[in-house]
């Protein structure tokens, strides 16, 4: 069996997305995506906790969701994790977790949607691959265990 590295994430955006190019015109945006877990304690107590997650978009997914997405929209995340590391102005080595973006659903309406949910294509057709959305069908958030 091969590795695997997939992450799938079902939050709301913390603020409105970055658009960047490259130096050689490449199209990049970050997201952070904020996830709620809520449980309940031993004592019948509810507890909530947040959880942000950097997310990194390439190309012309990149650009659709500058162009389509917002602070506070309702996505799913499909993607890989990827950690990064470098050396601070100080000397010490700082890492970097974050989700590259593979696929990118919207799950709510937005102001300028017209439907409920919106696929944002892959950047490159020819390599599409199947999403475990479109093999598990369309999911309701309020159906998800966590």
């Given at each position: 069996?091969?590795?695997?590295?997939?992450?799938?994430?079902?939050?709301?955006?913390?603020?409105?997305p970055?658009l960047k190019?490259?130096?050689?015109?490449?199209?990049?945006?970050t997201?952070?995506?904020?996830?709620?877990?809520?449980w309940?304690?031993?004592?019948?107590?509810?507890?909530?906790?947040?959880?942000?997650?950097?997310?990194?978009?390439?190309?012309?997914?990149?650009?659709?969701?500058?162009?389509?997405?917002?602070?506070?929209?309702?996505?799913?995340?499909?993607?890989?994790?990827?950690t990064?590391?470098?050396?601070?102005?100080?000397?010490?080595?700082?890492y970097?977790?974050?989700?590259?973006a593979?696929?990118?659903?919207?799950?709510?309406r937005?102001?300028?949607?017209?439907?409920n949910?919106?696929?944002?294509p892959?950047?490159?057709?020819?390599?599409?691959?199947?999403?475990?959305?479109?093999?598990?069908?369309?999911?309701?958030?309020?159906d998800?265990?966590?």
């Amino acid at each position: 069996m091969s590795d695997f590295n997939k992450t799938i994430l079902v939050g709301n955006l913390t603020k409105d997305p970055e658009l960047k190019f490259t130096p050689s015109g490449k199209a990049v945006s970050t997201i952070r995506v904020a996830t709620n877990r809520t449980w309940t304690t031993q004592s019948g107590e509810r507890k909530s906790e947040a959880e942000y997650h950097s997310v990194v978009v390439w190309g012309k997914l990149a650009e659709s969701v500058s162009k389509n997405l917002s602070k506070g929209r309702k996505i799913l995340v499909e993607g890989r994790l990827r950690t990064r590391n470098w050396q601070a102005p100080d000397g010490t080595k700082r890492y970097a977790t974050e989700i590259v973006a593979e696929n990118i659903r919207f799950l709510d309406r937005g102001p300028a949607r017209e439907t409920n949910s919106q696929q944002v294509p892959p950047e490159d057709p020819a390599q599409e691959k199947p999403s475990i959305v479109e093999e598990i069908g369309e999911i309701n958030v309020e159906d998800l265990p966590f």
